[in-house]
């Protein structure tokens, strides 16, 4: 049976392949060409002929010089230069070129050099079921009053997958126990969060332990598995569980706050007495480590804390689940979620980056003629991310936007004459619409070549001179 269902597998992932390898998807008139290609493809796999699907031919390639054009990560692609067909250069683990992300794109550029022409390929990687969902331990204690209402939830460790999207995990089954009953909310992103929820009130005298098998399982076909067994002792006496004072926590943080700044104030009370009713805060078991790096959270006062760099760029939103949990000899927990919404300041400038650049100019080029390309980005979001760019007046060039999001061309803006100026020097100036705004510039130097465009002259037209008689032959006369 393992065995047919093996093979069943890789026949399935054979088919899959074949059928993503057919790749070409469209070409934009802006001159775009996208295409879709598997993970784990053997290197040399084929991705696509660019050169054919821009109606390109071979001798067009080697007059022009064709060539691609990446940033400082080079991706496991290459070109053939020969016949613009682009291939696998190395083995593709999804996983790691694009994390968790849903829609995982690499974008590369491709330039024909003479005249200048560049085109934007993106490829997107698709996910295959290359991995089966595993819980961060493999068994789970936990210690339940027998006095605990039904009701009762007990936050359970999530299960991760890192496949995404629907190859990741989908759903959790527990084994049966009449006792108990599983609950799953969704938090979105392929984040589901299972809870055990107690159905039936337990009896410590008649069954003093619980065994359960919690079993996530993915969207594949066929899918794949994990599991984790969950151990409940029932204990005594402890009978009321902490109740938080509000019914929800939000609160809004600006990004960059100083180290120690209070984000707010959670609390929770407790109808036992003693120890029973002494209260301790906590992050919940499913918080991850992003954000026990930014906040800190009393465990007395319930006061959650800035404890690192709170940056917007990197995430505008913390959803925490807080804890309370008493100090009675069978621990009652309730949970919580915090939501937290930072905030954006203007604290990124803009980055320009000259894409393409033709360094030397022919004298004789017409208006419109394309120098260089510039490209231009701002981390942050809004008026503070809007960027517009501009360059100095009395220049001979003008910055005009491209069809692409934050792309400008450098263009000519009259003609050129190397004997009067022989080149440029081009401050390209960015700016964003943030308040205060912040800018940055960059200077690229332009050199105009020269063309035969002026006739030899005669310093006199005409010469007039006088000489004496008697002159002996071969005497320079002027």
Same mark, same amino acid.
């Given at each position: 049976?393992?065995?047919?269902?093996?093979?069943?597998?890789?026949?399935?992932?054979?088919?899959?392949?074949?059928?993503?390898?057919?790749?070409?998807?469209?070409?934009?008139? !802006?001159?775009?060409?996208?295409?879709?290609?598997?993970?784990?493809?053997?290197?040399?796999?084929?991705?696509?002929?660019?050169?054919? &699907?821009?109606?390109?031919?071979?001798?067009?390639?080697?007059?022009?010089?064709?060539?691609?054009?990446?940033? !400082?990560?080079?991706?496991?692609?290459?070109?053939?230069?020969?016949?613009?067909?682009?291939?696998?250069?190395?083995?593709?683990?999804?996983?790691?070129?694009?994390?968790?992300?849903?829609?995982? @794109?690499?974008?590369?550029?491709?330039?024909?050099?003479? =005249?200048?022409?560049?085109?934007?390929?993106?490829?997107?990687?698709?996910?295959?079921?290359?991995?089966?969902?595993?819980?961060?331990?493999?068994?789970?204690?936990?210690?339940?009053?027998?006095?605990?209402? =039904?009701?009762?939830? $007990?936050?359970?460790?999530?299960?991760?997958?890192?496949?995404?999207?629907?190859?990741?995990?989908?759903?959790?089954?527990?084994?049966?126990?009449?006792? $108990?009953?599983?609950?799953?909310?969704?938090?979105?992103?392929?984040?589901?969060?299972?809870?055990?929820?107690?159905?039936?009130?337990?009896?410590?005298? /008649?069954?003093?332990?619980?065994?359960?098998? #919690?079993?996530?399982?993915?969207?594949?076909?066929?899918? +794949?598995?994990?599991?984790?067994?969950?151990?409940?002792?029932? !204990?005594?006496?402890?009978?009321?569980?902490?109740?938080?004072?509000?019914?929800?926590?939000?609160? &809004?943080?600006?990004?960059?706050?100083?180290?120690?700044?209070?984000?707010?104030?959670?609390?929770?009370?407790?109808?036992?007495?003693?120890?029973?009713?002494?209260? @301790?805060?906590? $992050?919940?078991?499913?918080?991850?480590?992003?954000?026990?790096?930014?906040?800190?959270?009393? =465990?007395?006062?319930?006061?959650?804390?800035?404890?690192?760099?709170?940056? $917007?760029?990197?995430?505008?939103?913390?959803?925490?689940?807080?804890?309370?949990?008493?100090?009675?000899?069978? /621990?009652?927990?309730t949970d919580k979620t915090v939501i937290i919404n930072i905030v954006d @300041?203007?604290?990124?400038? *803009?980055?320009?980056?000259?894409?393409?650049?033709? +360094?030397?100019?022919?004298? &004789?080029?017409?208006?419109? /003629?394309?120098?260089? #390309?510039?490209?231009?980005?701002?981390?942050?979001?809004?008026?503070?991310?809007?960027?517009?760019?501009?360059?100095?007046?009395?220049?001979?060039?003008?910055?005009?936007?491209?069809?692409?999001?934050?792309?400008?061309?450098?263009?000519?803006? !009259? #003609?050129?004459?190397?004997?009067?100026?022989?080149?440029?020097?081009?401050?390209?100036?960015?700016? &964003?619409?943030?308040? =205060?705004?912040l800018s940055s510039d960059k200077t690229i130097k332009i050199v105009v070549?020269?063309?035969?465009?002026?006739?030899?002259?005669?310093?006199?037209?005409?010469?007039?001179?006088?000489?004496?008689?008697?002159?002996? *032959?071969?005497?320079?006369?002027?």
């Amino acid at each position: 049976m393992e065995q047919r269902e093996c093979q069943t597998w890789r026949e399935r992932r054979k088919w899959i392949i074949y059928m993503m390898v057919l790749v070409t998807l469209w070409t934009r008139a !802006s001159g775009q060409v996208r295409y879709s290609i598997a993970e784990e493809v053997k290197e040399g796999t084929v991705v696509g002929n660019i050169a054919k &699907d821009l109606g390109l031919d071979k001798s067009t390639l080697k007059e022009r010089g064709y060539r691609i054009v990446y940033s !400082s990560t080079e991706p496991p692609f290459r070109v053939n230069q020969d016949d613009g067909i682009l291939y696998v250069n190395r083995k593709i683990d999804r996983e790691e070129v694009c994390d968790r992300s849903k829609v995982c @794109v690499i974008d590369l550029k491709t330039v024909l050099e003479n =005249p200048l022409e560049v085109h934007y390929v993106a490829v997107e990687i698709l996910d295959i079921n290359d991995h089966a969902p595993s819980f961060p331990e493999s068994t789970k204690m936990l210690e339940i009053f027998e006095s605990a209402l =039904p009701g009762a939830r $007990f936050q359970l460790q999530a299960a991760r997958d890192a496949d995404s999207g629907s190859l990741s995990v989908q759903q959790y089954k527990l084994s049966h126990n009449e006792h $108990f009953r599983l609950e799953v909310k969704d938090r979105g992103e392929d984040r589901k969060t299972p809870s055990l929820v107690l159905q039936k009130t337990l009896d410590r005298e /008649t069954v003093k332990t619980h065994v359960l098998l #919690l079993t996530a399982t993915d969207g594949g076909k066929p899918p +794949r598995s994990g599991n984790m067994t969950i151990t409940v002792d029932v !204990s005594d006496v402890n009978d009321n569980p902490p109740v938080f004072t509000q019914d929800s926590y939000h609160v &809004d943080l600006k990004e960059n706050s100083p180290f120690g700044t209070t984000v707010i104030y959670v609390n929770a009370t407790d109808m036992d007495e003693g120890s029973n009713g002494e209260i @301790v805060y906590s $992050f919940g078991n499913d918080v991850d480590t992003r954000v026990h790096k930014r906040f800190d959270l009393n =465990p007395v006062t319930g006061v959650i804390t800035v404890a690192g760099a709170i940056d $917007f760029e990197e995430s505008g939103r913390y959803e925490i689940d807080i804890q309370a949990s008493d100090k009675g000899a069978a /621990t009652l927990t309730t949970d919580k979620t915090v939501i937290i919404n930072i905030v954006d @300041v203007n604290d990124n400038a *803009p980055e320009i980056e000259v894409t393409s650049f033709s +360094r030397a100019l022919p004298e &004789d080029s017409k208006p419109g /003629t394309t120098v260089a #390309l510039i490209s231009v980005k701002d981390s942050d979001s809004g008026l503070n991310g809007k960027v517009m760019c501009h360059i100095g007046q009395g220049l001979p060039f003008l910055l005009t936007p491209s069809l692409q999001n934050n792309m400008y061309s450098l263009v000519t803006k !009259s #003609l050129l004459d190397r004997e009067q100026q022989s080149q440029y020097n081009v401050t390209i100036v960015a700016k &964003d619409a943030g308040e =205060p705004s912040l800018s940055s510039d960059k200077t690229i130097k332009i050199v105009v070549s020269d063309v035969n465009d002026n006739n030899p002259e005669f310093s006199q037209n005409p010469y007039t001179f006088y000489i004496t008689e008697n002159n002996k *032959p071969g005497q320079q006369l002027l």
